[in-house]
């Protein structure tokens, strides 16, 4: 687990702790709070709210609902077992390993899969990934000989963890084990269609750990007398990453859990794999997951892909604003007029803090709460910055699931004490208190006041009604894209939420004009495989100015949206399959499109463009991109070849 004290000296020793910490948070998973050990303060055992410390609206008494979680059942693999031979097959050797990993990594990247244990039906498509191991202890004698044959044959072959019996197939002579590598290089090649977009040092050399923090790192394999240089290498210079040609087929073998990696980082479960805390470009996984995407497109003349941005543009952009202190209330409406005037709609988190604690409330009146009705009636979608705005959300109780408004009465004595808050009466009052003054506007999405969440929080938001969240950064989650959720934070059991990564926030200080131009560049190096980007920006003059010069720059290449938009765009997305089927002597794509969707694009096979497509209503055609202004259903796509 992080060690708290020692990471925020690190990054804010400059700042007086106490003043500046209340203010931001930029990471998650923190076990007891060193932030208050630093103090050795005392607090009385109890704290009764008083009268004059608590705003309460006549005749308003809510959510009757009670807050239960939803049952944990473990992810079985068969969900993902069917589909057709256009899809990249895992073959899974371990079905206890983090195959789940891989497939919300695919699926956030678009690459349609099928998962299966049995070798024979792997080796019917054309790209096949052996997970998480290649042995003789893990595969039979009969599936390691057809692997074998596999890439000689015209397949491509990606193995995980090689660690014996094909070895010559992937072209190296042993696998040394290894806890010290903390990095991945990317080698540059700019003739290898699989590693030449690689251009920015930190796409090029990707974190697996703080050398200078820990001993020792995730397990990893290298790859000793490759016969082909190593498409990456750890910082020994040993490979990470081997590549083997044969005819028409290719061998990579990657010496590392991509799994296990993937969890550990939509988990946030790593121990400072992160090279900074926020606003900054850290793409470990998406690198692993381009490197996929490539290897399939390069291989399967059938492949097809799910576009990561509405209408494939080149970047989501979804800006919002934490309405976590008076004055910024105050302000929210009439910079919703000037966004408005920019033809931007944006997402306001509100902290419903109807509580004088340490830090005055956001809601004194029954009168405050008509400026959240017209934030909506301006088109703006307001979402919960939870109650108290506690920087120990997640080291709360879980609570009763009953907690209601004006009973729950969480009070922050200070950073390091906060008295009778518990993780359902943050969740469940703060959604009560929006929905009921804006009946109509139905909060899809929490995000914790300083980006720490408890362990039962994915679970915990099913709980309480919503279904997305922006509760980390993307820095601690080594993503920039979107992924789905699990239970617990753990590795076997997905629930039906989603976890959209802040990228920019600027309750980091110091904020001045100056960030705009930092935002941009990294949105830039985002929009370069359609990332999104989740902006946090103070609702004031710098802020509206920094709003400002940052859409003029992006300008039409990026989709705008709320977080409510494009929650619900990417839960429908998730659910998207496509298959190729052949009829007639035609190729036939099958778009599966169980929920309506605005601007889905499919990317279809290289060298093919549609002849006719039946379903799926009014579309576009851009060479082999195919752009659907509302989807629904099954949509047939005949192609030329």
Not at 163 to 177: C, K, Q, R, S, Y
Not at 445 to 469: I, K, V, W
Not at 546 to 555: D, L, P
């Amino acid at each position: 687990m992080f060690e708290r004290t020692i990471y925020f000296i690190r990054y804010f020793r400059n700042f007086f702790i106490l003043s500046f910490l209340f203010l931001f948070g930029c990471s998650s998973d923190r076990q007891g709070d060193e932030i208050g050990a630093l103090k050795n303060t005392s607090y009385p055992e109890i704290y009764e709210v008083r009268k004059n410390e608590i705003f309460v609206s006549s005749g308003v008494r809510g959510p009757e609902d009670k807050s239960v979680f939803p049952p944990r059942i473990a992810t079985p693999w068969q969900k993902y077992s069917s589909g057709s031979s256009n899809r990249m097959a895992i073959l899974v050797t371990d079905t206890t390993a983090s195959w789940l990993g891989v497939a919300h990594g695919l699926k956030s990247i678009g690459v349609p899969f099928v998962i299966t244990t049995d070798y024979r039906k792997a080796l019917e498509h054309q790209v096949v990934m052996v997970y998480p191991v290649i042995s003789g202890a893990a595969l039979s004698p009969d599936a390691l000989q057809a692997l074998a044959a596999f890439p000689r044959n015209g397949g491509t072959l990606i193995g995980i963890q090689v660690l014996g019996a094909l070895n010559e197939v992937f072209g190296f002579d042993e696998a040394i084990p290894s806890k010290q590598h903390f990095e991945i290089n990317i080698k540059p090649d700019s003739f290898n269609i699989l590693n030449k977009e690689f251009t920015d040092p930190k796409e090029m050399r990707i974190s697996l750990g703080n050398k200078e923090r820990f001993k020792e790192t995730i397990g990893t394999y290298s790859y000793s007398k490759t016969q082909l240089p190593a498409i990456a290498t750890y910082e020994d210079k040993s490979t990470a990453i081997s590549q083997r040609f044969y005819e028409s087929g290719k061998a990579y073998a990657f010496g590392f859990d991509i799994g296990f990696l993937i969890l550990k980082a939509h988990n946030n479960r790593h121990e400072d794999f992160n090279r900074s805390p926020i606003n900054d470009f850290e793409p470990t996984v998406d690198v692993i997951l381009r490197l996929l995407k490539n290897i399939y497109l390069d291989s399967d003349r059938d492949a097809t892909t799910v576009c990561t941005v509405p209408y494939n543009k080149s970047l989501s952009v979804c800006i919002t604003h934490n309405i976590n202190f008076r004055k910024a209330l105050d302000e929210a409406v009439d910079f919703a007029r000037e966004e408005k005037k920019l033809g931007i709609h944006s997402t306001y988190f509100i902290q419903t803090k109807y509580i004088r604690d340490r830090s005055a409330s956001v809601f004194n009146t029954n009168e405050d709460f008509n400026k959240l009705r017209e934030l909506f009636a301006l088109g703006m979608d307001l979402q919960s910055n939870s109650v108290s705005g506690s920087p120990l959300f997640d080291q709360f109780e879980q609570g009763s699931g009953q907690e209601v408004y004006p009973d729950y009465r969480p009070y922050v004595m200070a950073w390091d004490k906060t008295y009778k808050g518990t993780v359902f009466g943050e969740m469940r009052v703060s959604r009560f208190i929006i929905d009921h003054f804006v009946p109509v506007n139905n909060s899809m999405c929490f995000r914790s006041s300083h980006l720490y969440t408890p362990f039962t929080y994915p679970q915990s938001l099913l709980a309480t009604g919503y279904r997305f969240s922006s509760s980390v950064s993307a820095n601690g989650s080594l993503t920039h894209l979107p992924f789905q959720m699990n239970y617990n934070r753990e590795y076997d059991s997905e629930v039906e939420a989603f976890e959209f990564p802040m990228t920019d926030d600027d309750e980091i200080p110091p904020y001045t004009f100056d960030r705009a131009a930092s935002a941009i560049r990294l949105a830039k190096k985002i929009s370069r495989y359609g990332g999104c980007f989740i902006g946090q920006v103070h609702p004031n003059s710098i802020g509206l100015k920094v709003e400002k010069a940052f859409i003029a720059k992006m300008g039409d290449n990026a989709w705008y949206g709320t977080i409510r938009d494009f929650g619900l765009w990417w839960a429908a997305r998730n659910e998207v399959t496509i298959d190729i089927s052949k009829e007639g002597g035609r190729r036939v794509v099958i778009v599966n499109v169980p929920k309506r969707m605005e601007g889905l694009a499919i990317m279809l096979p290289i060298r093919s463009t549609p002849v006719s497509v039946e379903g799926g209503g009014k579309y576009s055609v851009d060479g082999k991109l195919i752009i659907f202004e509302l989807a629904e259903g099954v949509i047939r796509i005949a192609l030329d070849n």
